[in-house]
């Protein structure tokens, strides 16, 4: 007498959370020196000062108004401040109307597709791509199709793609910069994905909107991410500020439905509809505020560009195969047998937690999470070198 | 090419919200101190000072443990917290395991209407009862089934409950103490509503859930509020801090799957897999600590209390009916006219915000929150009486 699909979700092992899970135990067993837990994206670099300034100011004034209330898509100062935040980085014209405030990219994405699919269309997603992708379009009522991304680029496939759309096709959901390859989409890519969008609406006569799923657009080595409202009418942007400004656990982002869209009101309507039907009554207040006063501040990138070179200098010495990292700070490493669950648990006995590509919905890969102390990642390399061993 | 349901659930008129906002705009227009604003259940009282001591601590900590992922049922310790609080206040034993930390009392609804129950079912609400119930069956594929409290106690009619039980409903909501109504189930009325649905189970053959939502548990006027899983087995609590620690936009609460219930671990699952369904990754990680901080801290009740003498003992003068509140902070006061909507619209004249009981689900009533200041309250006096006279 329970909901059966519900129980299956909440029953179904999620391979990232049982490897932290065990690393935890793991830890506790044998020093955590000793366990290279590669495992999850908790980002190890603190929050800005801003963020510990605000939190302060919030807790200093006046208890009634710090924690009170707000409209659900959020504090109309802080949807200004976004909006105006959108236009100065992105010299996009953004209107606070169009900015919903959510408890992270997680529940705007599942508002999204609440808000623009009807029962029974399809989205796509970019393989490999975030799990949960797909729970939140059956939430919607949806299909997920997956269509691979180029490889070894992992730049979007657009023929691949364009073969996937169809009469139900409503959504296609990217995530540049990527978890969990670190690729970064480049403008030429997103010309040419937009020029097929565009075209592939007219010719079957109905929206296809881009979803794109942006939190670690600020985490970057050098590349350009382009804004894509700019190069595609029909975007909503989904935002976290969890690894821009390392607050995962505080559920804090937004959805920007991009202002070039001639019914943006409409649609924002129903990301508020959707928002009320999923439960949410507002995003928390006092983080609504504290991002607002840290719009654009940079997060400190340079401690995971240097995890990059030294993580992947030392697998390039051993003669691992990866994913150059764009962006982000996951590392796509090639499994060193086809079955990528087998590796990820021959990789345990020498105490590396790495996730099999499986959870992402491709084979043959595991994703390393390098934002981790620079020391776990010096102390592990013999354990790569020894696992790599194993395997002749 | 967007959802429609949730375009029009976006773009419903909201009486609560439009009466606020009517009131902001009103106040800019003449003075705050010119509008009486009952519209909304915004705490007046500050959050007690345990709060502010246990958000400082986590601020002094690690900024990465303070800001991190948490599992997403909620912080195992957090989660410890709670389970060992309901064991302490409620003499009822319960497991960490069966508790589920969430955003507020709405998501925990959300989700456990989405947990327990399949689409096609119903869900009863006692009237008048919080809109949202109806929005979140929804959500879950139930239709929602009103049934009429008794009037004037405003307790449940258990005789009317048992006519609307069918073959079709799987959970029954209840809210005490009551918004809007201010009435506190007492432990007859809720023995003969658990002896009556354990009964109907039987008969049935299927389980009916007692969804006991309770975020004013602790503001009462010397009323019992019995613990309900100690009366009815297939009970779960969705429980709020919004209004015990006046933390109504941080968005922090709980669900408690009874540990009485032989497959509570299997229900929890469930909840677990609609919590994920619906967009949440976990709680706010630095309300959960904080509110682990501060159970069971008193509320400042007697401010509301104090509110209660005056505003009932002033109405009670002029002569207007209402419903002697023992719990929350609304009083439920009989509309001059039978069309709600017109008294409150005709109140507005006289710069006084009362919500149309229209809104709960019933006719001929207004909610008066009387969580707003002492001297808002003294100085509406007047104004009451020319609404009065206007009838006359």
Same mark, same amino acid.
């Given at each position: 007498?329970?909901?059966?699909?519900?129980?299956?979700?909440?029953?179904?092992?999620?391979?990232?959370?049982?490897?932290?899970?065990?690393?935890?135990?793991?830890?506790?067993?044998?020093?955590?020196?000793?366990?290279?837990?590669?495992?999850?994206?908790? /980002?190890?670099? #603190? &929050?800005?000062?801003?963020?510990?300034?605000?939190?302060? =100011?919030?807790?200093? @004034?006046? *208890?009634?108004?710090?924690?009170?209330?707000?409209?659900? /898509?959020?504090? #109309? &100062?802080?949807?200004?401040?976004?909006?105006?935040?959108? =236009?100065?980085?992105? @010299?996009? *014209?953004?209107?606070?109307?169009?900015?919903?405030?959510?408890s992270g990219a997680s529940s705007a994405i599942a508002i999204t597709l609440s808000a623009v699919c009807e029962p029974g269309d399809e989205v796509i997603a970019i393989a490999p791509y975030f799990p949960e992708y797909r729970t939140w379009a059956h939430t919607a009522g949806c299909d997920l199709v997956e269509v691979p991304a180029s490889v070894p680029s992992f730049q979007p496939d657009v023929a691949a793609i364009e073969a996937a759309i169809g009469e139900r096709t409503s959504a296609i959901i990217i995530n540049s910069p990527n978890n969990p390859v670190g690729a970064v989409y480049t403008r030429g890519s997103l010309t040419e994905l937009s020029a097929m969008l565009a075209r592939k609406e007219e010719e079957l006569g109905r929206r296809i909107f881009l979803v794109a799923d942006e939190p670690y657009r600020e985490i970057t080595y050098g590349a350009e991410v382009p804004y894509v409202p700019s190069l595609y009418a029909d975007t909503i942007v989904c935002y976290s500020f969890s690894k821009s400004l390392s607050l995962p656990g505080e559920r804090i982002g937004?959805?920007?439905?991009?202002?070039?869209?001639?019914?943006?009101?409409?649609?924002?309507?129903?990301?508020?509809?959707?928002?009320?039907a999923l439960g949410y009554i507002c995003a928390p207040v006092m983080l609504q505020r504290v991002i607002a006063e840290c719009l654009g501040t940079p997060s400190d990138v340079k401690t995971y560009a240097q995890n990059r070179e030294l993580l992947t200098q030392g697998l390039a010495q051993l003669g691992y195969e990866y994913v150059e990292p764009e962006g982000a700070f996951y590392l796509w490493v090639r499994a060193l047998e086809p079955d990528a669950v087998a590796f990820s648990e021959r990789a345990k006995g020498f105490e590396l937690l790495l996730v099999p590509s499986d959870s992402f919905g491709v084979q043959g890969w595991v994703r390393l999470s390098y934002c981790i102390a620079r020391d776990t990642i010096e102390r592990s390399m013999p354990a790569f070198r020894s696992l790599m061993e194993s395997y002749r």
């Open positions: 007498m329970i909901n059966q699909k519900m129980f299956d979700l909440g029953d179904e092992p999620n391979k990232i959370r049982e490897l932290f899970a065990y690393g935890m135990q793991r830890k506790a067993e044998i020093g955590a020196q000793n366990v290279f837990d590669y495992s999850i994206g908790n /980002p190890s670099v #603190p &929050a800005p000062q801003c963020v510990q300034r605000a939190f302060e =100011e919030q807790l200093a @004034g006046d *208890p009634v108004v710090a924690h009170e209330y707000t409209p659900s /898509p959020g504090d #109309p &100062a802080v949807r200004r401040a976004i909006a105006s935040y959108i =236009e100065r980085a992105f @010299g996009f *014209p953004a209107t606070p109307g169009n900015v919903y405030v959510t937004y959805i920007y439905v991009s202002d070039r869209m001639p019914d943006a009101q409409a649609i924002s309507t129903a990301v508020a509809g959707a928002g009320r």
